[in-house]
């Protein structure tokens, strides 16, 4: 692990003397970063060792010997393909459904005029400081009410509206140049021709930041799945992970198989989308 | 992010060209594209707020007949010393949160910002984002067994160091602190991309004139980068203290009853258990809006803020 250090430092050498500071800030971050993803490659390992052998001290690196029946022990435990189709089915339709209806207001807020404009678009950017504890009561005895209380719909219905994604969609319709659709509209096209032919197109990096964010929060999300579903086969992946732990004599090994295949299909997601994931977190940043 | 804040006022401003195609165009089309994000909101949104306001008004269980209580779940707040723990320890929380993240946000951002390196760049950038992408429930449930007592990760290395460790999430001194420290570590990420792309605002142009004029890297960071960077910085301390404010997922999962003699019992934790568990709803409605009245006080407070001494 020396290699990458001497890296930084051998350039500068040429220029000027040599500079010990940067040798020691580039095994500093070393550091820091071998002991960030520590415990995540302890997890793993841990996970492909036979049962017999794994949480050994001192903590083993590698998994010897190694195994998969660990993870053939989780369906036993918890109904796990059934709960991964559940988290995708519900961050599938909270995801495309809240972009499609975010594109379309954004759509409105930035291109059309009608009376009420400037308020709705007010009334909407102040409810970003509802915090989602605020309105889950009522929304509770509303899925209640209408016998939707352990169903997914239950978790995806309020996601179809991100007041975020609105806001963002219109701030960066209105980047984009207007020439560009009343163009299109003197020729005669609708403005659904419009909106999808040529400012969605135009949009790829917004959208895509805003679907990856979406997709996440809803894959990741705890409180929602938490509140409205109780029973296994209705559940998400998280909640169905914290039911494992709640100890139905399962052992840890299976339990750590278990976090493994819920969290090495998300990291390698982010590793092949890792620049549109900062590009999202940094756009994110626009919220307030 | 400079651009951000920018952005973020003129939002409530209307455009100053409004759009000349739309003379023809009739009022109906705007309300047929907005009507499905209205709609939705006005259910699950605008509406559920004023319910809420509503059942903080009164006593129910979900199952028999609401009693209006006037302003009664709101003067039990007062006098409910379960809420006071929670605030207090949520308080601390978002505080460590706040300190702990900024400084080694900002911190690790100049570092990797040095780096010149690009294969140690990208593994230090990476391994840092890596836990955010995880969900709480995975992260909780590992870090259980990484500071377990008899075979944890860290405690057996800690112990090899010489440290003895505390029962963590059992020893009521500890248990808030250890969900502190796992915090930061799922969290961190998201800060330092923040402060990254932050500090790549900076104009090289500036950074080079301080250094012709003489200046030093530790003047140079206090008098041209840092101030180029508090919007940055601010809105950071903004968004990590509401997220930090709203803290449950780790809690619940790791401590489900609120900790050893309720120390990690936090607001929104006290105001699931109101709820969900002891169905008191109306209460739990009134604890909701006292976290709804943080938010917006610190909203506000960024509005105001970085007009007054954010650097534009």
Same mark, same amino acid.
């Given at each position: 692990?020396?290699?990458?250090?001497?890296?930084?430092?051998?350039?500068?050498?040429?220029?000027?003397?040599?500079?010990?500071?940067?040798?020691?800030?580039?095994?500093?971050?070393?550091?820091?970063?071998?002991?960030?993803?520590?415990?995540?490659?302890?997890?793993?390992?841990?996970?492909? &060792?036979?049962?017999?052998?794994?949480?050994?001290?001192?903590?083993?690196?590698?998994?010897?010997?190694? &195994?998969?029946?660990?993870?053939?022990?989780?369906?036993?435990?918890?109904?796990?393909?059934?709960?991964?189709?559940?988290?995708?089915?519900?961050?599938?339709?909270?995801?495309?459904?809240?972009?499609?209806?975010?594109?379309?207001?954004?759509?409105?807020?930035?291109?059309?005029?009608?009376?009420?404009?400037? +308020?709705?678009?007010?009334?909407?950017?102040?409810?970003?400081?509802?915090?989602?504890?605020?309105?889950?009561?009522?929304?509770?005895?509303?899925?209640?009410?209408?016998?939707?209380?352990?169903? @997914?719909? *239950?978790?995806?219905?309020?996601?179809?509206?991100?007041?975020?994604?609105?806001?963002?969609?219109?701030?960066?319709?209105?980047?984009?140049?207007?020439?560009?659709?009343?163009?299109?509209?003197?020729?005669?096209?609708?403005?659904?021709?419009?909106?999808?032919?040529?400012?969605?197109?135009?949009?790829?990096? *917004?959208?895509?930041?805003?679907?990856?964010?979406?997709?996440? &929060?809803?894959?990741?999300?705890?409180?929602?799945?938490?509140?409205? @579903?109780?029973?296994?086969?209705?559940?998400? @992946?998280?909640?169905?992970?914290? &039911?494992?732990?709640?100890?139905?004599?399962?052992?840890?090994?299976?339990?750590?198989?278990?976090?493994? *295949?819920?969290?090495?299909?998300?990291?390698?997601?982010?590793?092949?989308?890792?620049?549109?994931? +900062?590009?999202?977190?940094?756009?994110?940043?626009?919220?307030? | 992010?400079?651009?951000?804040?920018?952005?973020?006022?003129?939002?409530?401003?209307?455009?100053?060209?409004?759009?000349?195609?739309?003379?023809?165009?009739?009022?109906?089309?705007?309300?047929?594209?907005?009507?499905?994000?209205?709609?939705? /909101?006005?259910?699950?949104?605008?509406?559920? =707020?004023?319910?809420?306001?509503?059942?903080?008004?009164?006593?129910?269980?979900?199952?028999?007949?609401?009693?209006?209580?006037?302003?009664?779940?709101?003067?039990?707040?007062?006098?409910?010393?379960?809420?006071?723990?929670?605030?207090?320890?949520?308080?601390?929380?978002?505080?460590?949160?706040?300190?702990?993240?900024?400084?080694?946000?900002?911190?690790?951002?100049?570092?990797?910002?040095?780096?010149?390196?690009?294969?140690?760049?990208?593994?230090?950038?990476?391994?840092?984002?890596?836990?955010?992408?995880?969900?709480?429930?995975?992260?909780?449930?590992?870090?259980?067994?990484?500071?377990?007592?008899? =075979?944890?990760?860290?405690?057996?290395?800690?112990?090899?160091?010489?440290?003895?460790?505390?029962?963590?999430?059992?020893?009521?001194?500890?248990?808030?602190?250890?969900?502190?420290?796992?915090?930061?570590?799922?969290?961190?990420?998201?800060?330092?991309?923040?402060?990254?792309?932050?500090?790549?605002?900076?104009?090289?142009?500036?950074?080079?004139?301080?250094?012709?004029?003489?200046?030093?890297?530790?003047?140079?960071?206090?008098?041209?980068?840092?101030?180029?960077?508090?919007?940055?910085? =601010?809105?950071?301390?903004?968004?990590? /203290?509401?997220?930090? /404010?709203?803290?449950?997922?780790?809690?619940?999962?790791?401590?489900?009853?609120?900790?050893?003699?309720?120390?990690?019992?936090?607001?929104?934790?006290?105001?699931?258990?109101?709820? /969900?568990?002891?169905?008191?709803?109306?209460?739990?409605?009134?604890?909701?809006?006292?976290?709804?009245?943080?938010?917006?006080?610190?909203?506000?407070?960024?509005?105001?803020?970085?007009?007054?001494?954010?650097?534009?």
């Amino acid at each position: 692990m020396g290699a990458p250090v001497t890296g930084p430092a051998a350039p500068a050498r040429r220029r000027r003397p040599v500079r010990p500071a940067r040798v020691v800030l580039g095994l500093v971050l070393l550091v820091v970063g071998v002991l960030m993803v520590a415990p995540l490659v302890w997890l793993i390992v841990q996970s492909l &060792t036979a049962e017999k052998a794994a949480f050994s001290l001192p903590p083993g690196w590698l998994p010897r010997p190694f &195994t998969l029946d660990n993870f053939a022990g989780i369906d036993g435990l918890i109904p796990f393909g059934r709960m991964a189709l559940n988290s995708l089915q519900v961050s599938l339709i909270s995801t495309v459904g809240s972009m499609l209806v975010g594109v379309l207001a954004g759509y409105a807020f930035s291109r059309l005029r009608f009376r009420g404009r400037q +308020a709705i678009l007010l009334v909407m950017l102040s409810a970003l400081m509802v915090p989602v504890q605020t309105t889950v009561i009522p929304v509770f005895v509303l899925m209640r009410n209408l016998g939707l209380v352990d169903h @997914l719909a *239950a978790v995806w219905l309020p996601a179809l509206i991100n007041v975020f994604a609105v806001f963002f969609f219109r701030q960066y319709f209105n980047t984009i140049p207007r020439e560009l659709d009343e163009a299109a509209r003197i020729d005669g096209a609708s403005h659904p021709w419009i909106l999808f032919r040529i400012i969605v197109p135009l949009s790829g990096p *917004a959208i895509a930041a805003m679907t990856i964010l979406a997709f996440e &929060t809803s894959w990741n999300n705890y409180f929602g799945p938490l509140i409205f @579903l109780s029973s296994p086969q209705h559940m998400t @992946l998280p909640i169905g992970l914290v &039911t494992l732990q709640a100890g139905q004599g399962g052992s840890s090994v299976v339990v750590f198989a278990a976090i493994t *295949a819920v969290v090495v299909p998300v990291m390698v997601v982010f590793l092949a989308f890792q620049r549109s994931f +900062a590009a999202s977190i940094a756009s994110a940043g626009i919220r307030g | 992010m400079t651009i951000s804040l920018t952005r973020r006022r003129t939002a409530s401003r209307p455009p100053a060209v409004q759009p000349s195609g739309s003379a023809g165009s009739r009022q109906w089309v705007g309300y047929a594209f907005l009507s499905p994000a209205l709609l939705l /909101f006005v259910v699950f949104v605008a509406g559920p =707020f004023v319910a809420a306001i509503v059942l903080s008004l009164y006593r129910w269980d979900m199952l028999t007949p609401a009693q209006f209580a006037g302003f009664g779940n709101f003067t039990a707040m007062f006098g409910d010393p379960l809420l006071y723990r929670s605030l207090a320890n949520t308080f601390v929380f978002a505080s460590a949160s706040l300190i702990t993240h900024l400084v080694g946000g900002l911190l690790l951002a100049l570092g990797v910002n040095r780096l010149k390196n690009k294969v140690l760049s990208y593994f230090v950038r990476t391994s840092l984002f890596f836990p955010f992408v995880i969900s709480w429930a995975a992260v909780a449930l590992l870090w259980k067994y990484v500071l377990d007592p008899s =075979f944890g990760l860290l405690t057996y290395y800690l112990g090899r160091l010489g440290v003895d460790t505390p029962n963590w999430f059992n020893d009521p001194s500890w248990a808030l602190p250890s969900i502190i420290g796992i915090d930061f570590w799922h969290t961190i990420g998201f800060t330092f991309v923040i402060m990254l792309a932050g500090l790549q605002t900076v104009p090289n142009t500036l950074l080079e004139a301080a250094r012709l004029d003489g200046a030093n890297a530790r003047q140079t960071l206090w008098h041209v980068t840092i101030p180029m960077m508090s919007p940055t910085i =601010f809105f950071a301390a903004v968004i990590t /203290f509401l997220g930090a /404010f709203q803290i449950f997922d780790p809690i619940q999962i790791i401590t489900p009853q609120g900790g050893p003699d309720n120390s990690t019992m936090s607001v929104v934790m006290y105001l699931y258990q109101k709820g /969900f568990q002891s169905f008191q709803v109306g209460y739990a409605s009134a604890v909701s809006l006292l976290v709804f009245a943080v938010m917006m006080v610190v909203t506000l407070l960024q509005f105001w803020g970085s007009r007054r001494w954010v650097h534009q």
